[in-house]
């Protein structure tokens, strides 16, 4: 039942991107092939805009992920009109460069100016805050639509790949730690392969952007080691995704516990860890860089395993949520009936206030209505991943934004005892 729901609610979702991308498409004039009123369609003008002050060709197929063949006849449509030309690379001959030519600068300017000028005339209309509501729409739209894009592989920690992104993890630290880092420290390959490992690597457009291993500590017992994400690929929310699925191939290995160690310093993985429902332990290994160390039961929490109904149980928010009306006062009382997921709450800032959604496994995805004591109304969307923890009580990890204002963050709720 619980699969149908979610399996519903994805094609539900996949309707309504398709819905917005068929309106914006047709809204900003990409369905013409005279892109901004310029005799060309918006491949060609997105190919000079591309070029700028000239740019290898395979760069160029590697950002617009276009075929040979296609970019090649693009380029060959504009060579035609006088605003590209291709010459040898002046170190390798074998690399071709394309660069615009005096009329192709001109056309590119002409084209940015009319760029701005349509994007300026669609924004008019609206208020000064909803033309902020946009903008920050689209920013976490470009986030959640590049993390989307990033693809997780499980990989041999010995590959070319894997070795890349040990090595910027290594050179990283060396500069956070105080004390610098040694790169003999980092894990053998063979620990991190075969049954008792294993190692991911994050790919955006075949770059590896980051990386994260676990390996068989003890009896049941995992440890998570160099989990890392390129500094360009921070904030999408990547260094989550590859904890998750760190999980997973722990819960597929027998292993039912995570454990780890970090650095003081990293504050930012000490903060990730607790947030996914990591517990702190005291040291334990002998290595001088793991000085907190953090751990996990994964095995009841991940999805395929069964997990506690939500019916009858009563949460608390963990402190004042940041950007919210939600603090440690403010008490939620839940139903789960069949997939179907309602609750009350009220207390703190929160007068009264109504939730109501779906719940896929270990994820819960709801709207929330709420009036707080100034006698004001909010809504907003959250999306909450149920775990277990240590001592049996259940943990909602939330990722919220409101809808009726600006605004989103994260929070976190444990069942009251």
Not at 140 to 156: G, I, N, P, S, Y
Not at 299 to 310: E, I, Q
Not at 375 to 404: A, K
Request: hydrophobic residues 35%; glycine residues 10%; aromatic residues 6%.
């Amino acid at each position: 039942m619980t699969a149908t729901i979610g399996q519903a609610a994805m094609i539900e979702q996949a309707r309504s991107v398709r819905d917005f991308n068929r309106y914006y498409s047709q809204r900003i004039g990409l369905l013409t092939d005279r892109y901004l009123g310029q005799d060309r369609p918006l491949s060609e003008a997105r190919l000079l805009y591309e070029i700028g002050t000239g740019a290898p060709v395979r760069d160029l197929r590697t950002r617009l992920g276009w075929d040979s063949g296609y970019l090649s006849r693009s380029l060959r449509s504009l060579e035609g009109q006088g605003l590209v030309q291709l010459r040898a690379h002046e170190t390798d001959r074998r690399v071709r460069v394309a660069e615009l030519t005096a009329a192709g600068t001109a056309e590119l300017a002409e084209l940015e100016r009319r760029s701005t000028a349509a994007a300026s005339e669609l924004l008019a209309p609206l208020t000064a805050a909803q033309r902020a509501e946009l903008i920050t729409a689209q920013h976490r739209t470009r986030r959640l639509l590049r993390l989307a894009a990033v693809t997780v592989e499980l990989t041999d920690a010995d590959s070319a790949s894997a070795r890349h992104c040990l090595a910027e993890y290594a050179a990283e630290l060396s500069t956070r730690f105080p004390e610098g880092y040694d790169s003999r420290a980092l894990v053998d390959p063979a620990e991190v392969g075969g049954a008792g490992g294993a190692f991911l690597v994050a790919y955006e457009h075949d770059n590896p952007i980051g990386c994260g291993g676990i390996r068989t500590y003890a009896p049941g017992v995992a440890e998570l080691c160099h989990l890392w994400v390129h500094a360009d690929a921070r904030g999408l929310g990547l260094g989550r995704r590859l904890l998750a699925e760190l999980e997973r191939q722990a819960v597929t290995r027998d292993l039912h516990t995570v454990r780890l160690g970090t650095h003081g310093s990293l504050a930012e993985a000490a903060a990730l860890y607790r947030s996914a429902g990591y517990r702190q332990i005291p040291v334990y290994g002998d290595s001088p860089y793991n000085q907190l160390c953090f751990e996990r039961v994964v095995a009841d929490d991940v999805p395929g395993k069964a997990l506690p109904s939500l019916d009858g149980r009563r949460f608390r928010a963990v402190g004042e949520v940041d950007g919210g009306e939600v603090d440690a006062a403010t008490v939620f009382d839940y139903r789960e009936r069949g997939g179907e997921v309602s609750a009350t709450y009220a207390g703190g800032s929160v007068r009264t206030g109504h939730l109501v959604g779906t719940r896929d496994g270990d994820t819960l995805d709801f709207r929330y209505v709420q009036l707080n004591t100034a006698g004001q109304t909010s809504t907003g969307h959250c999306v909450s991943r149920i775990s277990v923890l240590p001592d049996g009580r259940l943990r909602l990890d939330e990722t919220w934004s409101w809808e009726s204002r600006e605004g989103s963050g994260t929070s976190t709720v444990e069942e009251v005892g």
